[in-house]
């Protein structure tokens, strides 16, 4: 392991920071009360989570007629929020497998809220293959188990088996990384806990942690074999979710180039997510130099890169459809671009294509207030891709006489708001009980044990000093 | 306690005195004693010799006989009934019997499936002559109307509950008072017995008389030929004998006088297989697009005030050519836009099919009608195409009787009114005037299955048996007597209008009796055949119909005087519009408006269910700026209706059209038919109906009713919801998105055709197998092939899929939401100019892939394919992800959005015990009818033999009454399918996606230039 130091890198931590400013930094939410603001926010979330959950029940006691499919248009918004939650519980993974592959050491500031979004992400996408289900009670039928219905078993051809797999796979994954990372900190909370319950309750969940160099160790070795487990994942959910539909043979899902456009479409609003995010807790939070500009202008260049390949692919299918001369085909983009629903179309082209190229500009991607504003607009126009790619391939296909539209029922904007509802309510109680940055990785990243003799001679080097291990 | 010791409690007086007679018959009461000799001992002193061997004598003897009688044996249970098959038969097993269809005036002839006790299923009869085996919508949807717990249950005495013996006291006693002006208002009476009974009833009565009225009458037809042949006759059109057809606005594949006979005998002249082929040429010349408009080889936009016009041409220039000259008329060709030539090409068409040209006009005009035989005699379709000798008698109404009879009524010249089976307040458009008139008779009875709009103003109402609870006849063309029999014991009090008018007549008797009876005194003798009663009796029952012979009518030659004094209207019409009224095929004239069945029964043409519109040309919406949905005012001067706007490609510009049959009270009953939740639309709103009433604008016209008027028409601000099963109506996409025509329907011309069979069918692909050797179908392979030449749209499949597989009625809203749930549909596409559209009718059912696109998705295995290659859907397994109605490239997926349960138990009784009812959250689809597959397989290996081509048949095959359906296997080499299956016609539809569909269609042909 080689170690030095670049005068050229600014810290990634700003201002100057001690370890014990960091822990106190971390875990002062926690050990606060909670603010008013706070309070608001988790309570709007409730509420809006509360009228979600009714939605649902309503619409599990009568039926799924309370949506507005029909016999053309068997998925809209049930599984357009599918896999809008899954893309958006892209970006956690990434940054904190790929992007510690990668030796990204920047990605310490913002990994553990990913990750927590990631699994929040996931956890409001699994309730839509659920509920979509005309009798979700017997959702367990998807699941192999040995049974006692004679050999009946799953269908393993089809791609929504594959989803359950990829997903309860991710999922769990996800989970036992967020969580491993977690145990150093909650060694920390366990030790500043004043209340006897406070200490039993951490102490469980740091599993005896006692910071010492051999567990240590095996935490890093850990944490480096779940990385590498990761990072496949972080690949092959969004493929097989995108192969719910390039299987299919309906105009406009069959398409090979899906697996790579989902995965590349699904990084691209999962960073949204994560600047949406980290946008308003460093400034709530008061985190802005654990999360700096640096930090917002390089989660805009991967979206700008993965907006590239989203735009790419749009040009690579409008391509396809016209060089191939399938006239179904051929007519669903024109269809998309100018018939009915082009209105969504076009959202989505301008979310996703044209605005994201002011990126380009440093002073955009540099200025808070504005890549704000754009990650919600990348996240609005991912949202209606999914749409896009789902409604108006299904609603105009090959028998004119089916063709059909779609009008969303108030049950389900209700339970699209309600899945937004438990995100946030999930995220407020993430951000109240669990330290919001990983304190040890942040450590880590500092230039303290790395370079003691060097510290006392030029102080002025020390406020550029970066160290990459 | 020693106190209460020496206490006696006494119980009576007589113990307390303690008498010495007292305490004998204490003794002997409760002997003190009970040892057998102390009981001796006072035997002995009484008198009595009973020793101790009496006693073992008894003893013995009693127990002797016990034994003895235990040794008999005991009365035997039989624990296994049946060994004589009971009278319902096997449970479980379907039994088939003849009948006649009452559900329209046509009289086909129909099986009826008997499961269980239950009738559930009406087929067409095959050995039937007129309807040959077809059977409409309308015909398979009166099942549904048997188990309605609307209907009426007993008798009404002034609007209350009566006992029919009160009824019949009430009846015997007024009639008692009255020997004169009795008189009985009936629809066409096709039964025989029906009509003699009512000819009995009537005797006893002074200046009594029996009208007859069809709400849509063909009276001008009846009455032309009184003064063309001498003789008040519906003419019996033979279809089957036409070679050129020219219908002026004559619906006849769809609703006029007899479809499902015309329909049969219609395809029998255009015959692709047949070498060489033959083709009729058919001529539709009308203003609205009616179903057979959409089948013509030649459709003409004409307004029916053109009529006369086309009507005087075409007889004008058959007299040159006939060099006859006895028309006094000119035919003027400005008054119309249709172009001389077409006619020149149409005359000389007729002229060169001479005894083999059929023209019929809808029109109920006795001028238009006397020129019509006029023409069809210069052809010489009399005794060819039109067999007068043995004349129809499916409409024998005369509407003018029942305006006489208002009047009547009006001067209190009717002492008793007896109205059976019509509805006159609801369909005369003087119906206000008929219920004023009708409180002023004093008596008047209405015989009826629903309270209707008449019948809540009668003194008296009797409700009727439904035909599937009753025995009846009917001769619906002369010389073909089908019987009706009853397949169920009446579920309510009902009562037939025979058994009424015997019991009011004074011999009372079953229908059953009554129809015997009359059997045997006036259809006995006219037939040969059967040298007893009972053979012709059984004979009846087992073919559903006899033949009989009746004394020939006699019908004069032409008389030409009343063409010499024929003058036709010149007076310039009023109105902007030309409203022409039409029928429905699954509503009629509103008869069955209460089945929801026929109520969700697209239109064949519009697609529209559940409501009756303003169908206008797309041309004239957007000149009136009016869109559809939006509510216009139709107004005539008298009368005023609103309904939306419907824009109907191909229709005549100045021409709207609304459907009659709408507008019922009976309808009312709709406003909870469907699915219940919080953004539900109503199919009706409270005390609302399904439509409106369009007869209002019938137009009274020396003495006829016509079904065209002028009308203006005023916007409003007012939108109503149609819904739609199909709302994109061309075979081309839009033109902005391309315009590109899909290749789903493969057509050529019968000229092309004749040099080419597969012309039009070109459009092939090379199919590549990768794994042709995986699946391979041993035994059976189901296939199915649909000819687009022979499907006229009519939807009787639609209707009888949904009987026979238990399909729900969903209500307007969820149709709207295009939720219906029908297995079998038919797409209608235009092509062509909007002005002058081309119509294609194409049944889509599911396809059975051989490679299912729907198969391969499901998670949990609940769509499969059989080894026989049906698609199978596995409804307790099926979760509901609905992955496979996305990815079906036809969307024939339905799925169960709601549970659709009734809440009403009777109406169940008509659900189909084979099939299986859907719950919630399941898909469904066509099943080929896999219980008519199974049943027929069973029986077959019962029996030993191996299946017959044309064993199964399907329930969409059966009813088709222009045999569009096949269905069949085709790895039998030797059936129909095979054979149909590698014609050059065949094609199927996406053939190069390679799902392999095992329906297939054959082109269509059209015989045009």
């Given at each position: 392991m080689s170690i030095y130091y670049s005068i050229l890198r600014k810290p990634i931590i700003a201002g100057d920071k001690k370890l014990k400013d960091i822990t106190d930094d971390v875990i002062r939410p926690l050990e606060q009360k909670p603010t008013l603001l706070w309070w608001v926010a988790f309570l709007v979330s409730l509420t809006v989570l509360l009228i979600g959950v009714i939605a649902v029940t309503y619409q599990i006691k009568v039926g799924i007629g309370t949506w507005g499919l029909n016999k053309t248009i068997g998925w809209a918004f049930d599984i357009t929020n599918f896999v809008f939650w899954i893309g958006i519980g892209h970006a956690g993974t990434l940054i904190s497998a790929i992007l510690f592959l990668f030796r990204q050491r920047w990605r310490t500031s913002i990994n553990r809220s990913a990750e927590a979004m990631t699994i929040i992400a996931v956890m409001c996408a699994g309730i839509f293959p659920l509920i979509h289900m005309g009798r979700p009670w017997l959702f367990f039928w998807v699941i192999p188990y040995p049974n006692l219905r004679g050999s009946l078993w799953v269908n393993f051809r089809s791609p929504l088996l594959w989803d359950f797999f990829a997903i309860s796979t991710y999922f769990t994954i996800s989970l036992i990384f967020w969580y491993l990372g977690l145990i150093p900190d909650m060694a920390t909370l366990r030790d500043r806990a004043k209340s006897k319950i406070k200490k039993f309750v951490y102490g469980l969940m740091s599993f005896g942690w006692n910071g010492s160099a051999r567990i240590w160790h095996h935490y890093e070795t850990t944490y480096l074999m779940l990385a590498a487990l990761a990072t496949p994942l972080v690949l092959s959910v969004h493929s097989i979710v995108s192969m719910d539909f390039a299987t299919a043979v309906i105009p406009g899902w069959h398409s090979t180039i899906f697996p790579p456009y989902f995965v590349a479409g699904a990084i691209f609003s999962g960073f949204s997510m994560v600047l949406t995010l980290m946008i308003i807790a460093r400034k709530v939070l008061h985190y802005e130099e654990y999360i700096t500009i640096d930090h917002i202008e390089k989660m805009c260049k991967i979206v700008l890169v993965t907006g590239g390949i989203v735009a790419l692919s749009y040009g690579i299918e409008i391509f396809m459809a016209i060089f191939f001369g399938n006239q179904y085909e051929r007519f669903m983009f024109i269809n998309r671009a100018l018939g009915p629903y082009a209105w969504a179309f076009w959202i989505m082209i301008s979310c996703n294509v044209i605005f994201p190229q002011l990126l380009w500009i440093k002073k955009i991607r540099r200025n808070v207030a504005l890549v704000f504003i754009l990650s919600i607009v990348v996240n609005i126009g991912m949202w209606f891709e999914r749409f896009v790619i789902i409604v108006t391939s299904l609603h105009r296909d090959f028998l004119p006489s089916s063709w059909a539209m779609y009008k969303p029922t108030i049950i389900e904007i209700a339970t699209l708001a309600g899945s937004f509802g438990l995100f946030f309510t999930f995220f407020l109680l993430f951000a109240r009980f669990v330290p919001f940055i990983a304190i040890g990785e942040v450590k880590g990243v500092l230039k303290y044990g790395k370079l003691k003799k060097n510290l006392t001679s030029e102080s002025s080097l020390k406020a550029n000093a970066d160290v990459t291990v | 306690m020693a106190e209460n010791k020496s206490k006696k409690y006494w119980k009576g007086i007589e113990e307390l005195e303690n008498t010495p007679e007292f305490r004998k018959s204490l003794e002997s009461e409760f002997p003190e004693e009970a040892s057998p000799e102390a009981f001796l001992k006072k035997a002995e002193e009484n008198g009595s010799n009973f020793s101790r061997r009496s006693f073992l004598k008894a003893t013995g003897f009693t127990v002797g006989a016990a034994i003895l009688g235990a040794c008999a044996r005991g009365p035997v249970e039989k624990a296994i009934p049946l060994l004589n098959r009971a009278e319902i038969g096997v449970p479980g097993k379907a039994y088939w019997y003849g009948s006649t269809c009452h559900g329209c005036v046509s009289g086909c002839g129909i099986l009826v499936k008997n499961r269980d006790g239950r009738p559930i299923k009406i087929e067409g009869n095959p050995r039937h002559p007129l309807s040959q085996g077809g059977v409409c919508a309308v015909g398979q949807a009166t099942v549904l109307s048997l188990y309605d717990s609307k209907r009426l249950q007993e008798p009404l005495l002034n609007g209350k509950p009566a006992e029919w013996k009160k009824i019949d006291r009430a009846v015997n006693d007024r009639l008692k008072r009255t020997n004169e002006n009795v008189y009985i208002l009936t629809e066409t009476i096709t039964s025989p017995t029906t009509r003699y009974l009512i000819g009995q009833f009537l005797k006893r009565f002074k200046n009594s008389r029996h009208i007859e009225y069809d709400p849509v009458s063909c009276s001008a037809i009846l009455a032309a030929h009184k003064q063309t042949h001498g003789l008040r006759a519906l003419p019996h059109y033979r279809f089957d004998r036409a070679e050129v057809i020219v219908s002026f606005g004559a619906d006849f594949l769809g609703t006029w006088i007899s479809p499902v006979e015309f329909t049969k005998d219609y395809m029998k002249n255009r015959n692709l297989a047949e070498k060489p082929p033959r083709m009729s040429y058919h001529v539709q010349i009308e203003g609205r697009l009616s179903v057979t408009g959409s089948n013509a080889d030649n459709r003409i936009t004409a307004t029916s005030g053109e009529f006369g016009v086309l009507l005087t041409y075409i007889a004008e220039k058959l007299e040159e050519r006939a060099g006859a000259g006895n028309l006094p008329l000119k035919a003027d060709l400005t008054q119309t836009r249709v172009a001389k030539q077409t006619l020149d090409k149409i005359i000389s068409k007729l002229w060169s099919a001479k005894g083999s040209s059929l023209i019929v006009c809808g029109a109920n005009d006795v001028r238009l009608q006397i020129l019509v035989n006029y023409i069809n005699h210069l052809l010489g379709g009399?005794?060819?195409?039109?067999?007068?000798?043995?004349?129809?008698?499916?409409k024998l109404g005369d509407e003018n009787k029942v305006n006489e009879l208002i009047d009547k009524m009006n001067r209190g010249e009717v002492s008793a009114l007896f109205i059976a089976g019509v509805n006159p307040v609801y369909s005369l458009p003087n119906g206000a005037e008929f219920k004023e008139a009708l409180q002023k008779v004093p008596f008047s009875v209405a015989f009826t299955e629903y309270s209707d709009e008449t019948a809540e103003h009668a003194s008296i109402v009797c409700p009727q048996s439904h035909f599937l609870e009753s025995w009846n006849d009917s001769e619906p063309v002369e010389g073909y007597l089908s019987i009706t029999q009853p397949l169920i014991s009446r579920l309510g009090l009902s009562r037939t209008l025979n058994e009424c008018l015997s019991a009011w007549t004074g011999n009372s008797a079953t229908d059953y009796a009554l129809l015997q009876d009359y059997w045997k005194r006036h259809v006995f003798p006219l037939q040969k055949k059967h040298a007893n009663f009972q053979d012709l009796w059984d004979r009846a029952l087992i073919d559903g119909y006899v033949q009989i012979k009746r004394p020939a009518k006699k019908a004069s030659s032409f008389n030409m005087n009343a063409i010499k004094n024929l003058r036709l209207d010149s007076a310039k019409p009023s109105g902007d519009f030309e409203l022409v009224l039409y029928q429905k095929v699954g509503i009629l004239d509103g008869r069955h408006a209460q089945n929801p069945w026929l109520q969700e029964l697209p239109d064949p043409i519009t697609k529209v269910v559940w409501d009756n519109y303003v169908s206008m040309a797309p041309q004239t919406a957007k000149r009136l700026n009016l869109r559809q949905g939006d509510v216009v005012r139709v107004s005539d001067g008298n009368s005023e209706m609103e309904l939306p706007v419907l824009p109907q490609p191909g229709q005549h510009e100045k021409v709207i059209a609304v459907a009659l049959g709408y507008g019922r009270n009976t309808t009312k009953r709709f406003k909870d038919i469907g699915p219940d939740w919080i953004s539900k639309r109503p199919t009706v709103k409270e005390g609302e109906t399904v439509g409106e009433n369009a007869y209002r604008f019938l137009k009274w016209q020396n003495g006829f009713l016509h079904f065209s008027s002028r009308v203006n028409i005023h916007p409003t601000e007012k939108t109503r919801i149609i819904a739609q099963t199909q709302t994109y109506n061309s075979i081309t996409v839009p033109e902005k998105l391309g315009g590109e025509r899909r290749p789903l329907i493969h057509e050529t011309t019968f000229k092309e055709y004749k040099k080419d069979p597969a012309s039009g069918n070109k459009y092939k692909h090379q199919i590549l197998q990768l794994w042709a050797e995986d699946h391979v179908y041993t035994g059976h392979h189901w296939a199915m092939v649909i000819d687009l030449n022979k499907c006229t749209g009519c939807s009787a499949c639609v209707i009888s899929c949904q009987a026979e597989n238990n399909v729900p009625v969903v209500g307007k809203d969820e149709v709207y939401r295009r939720r219906e749930l029908h297995w079998i549909r038919i797409d209608r596409y235009y092509s062509g100019p909007e002005s002058d559209v081309e119509v294609v009718h194409q049944p889509v059912m599911c396809h059975h892939c051989d490679h299912a696109p729907c198969e391969g998705v499901c998670p949990v295995l609940a769509t499969l394919h059989s080894d026989e290659g049906i698609n199978q859907q596995i409804y307790n397994r099926c979760v509901g992800t609905r992955y496979c109605a996305n990815n079906c490239p036809y969307k024939v997926r339905r799925f169960n959005w709601f549970s659709y349960r009734k809440k009403d138990e009777k109406e169940n009784l008509v659900l189909n015990p084979d099939v299986t009812v859907r719950s919630r959250g399941v898909m469904e689809k066509c099943s080929w009818c896999v219980q008519r597959i199974q049943e027929a397989k069973a029986e077959a290996k019962r029996k030993g033999v191996k299946l017959a081509d044309g064993d199964i048949k399907l329930a969409c095959e059966q009813s088709c009454p222009a045999d569009a359906i096949v269905f069949g296997d085709m790895n039998d080499p030797q059936s129909r399918i095979s054979k149909l299956i590698h014609h050059p016609r065949h094609y199927n539809m996406l053939e190069e996606m390679n799902f392999k569909p095992t329906v297939g269609y054959l082109t269509l042909v059209r015989n045009k230039e």
């Open positions: - | 009399y005794g060819t195409t039109i067999d007068l000798g043995r004349p129809s008698y499916q």
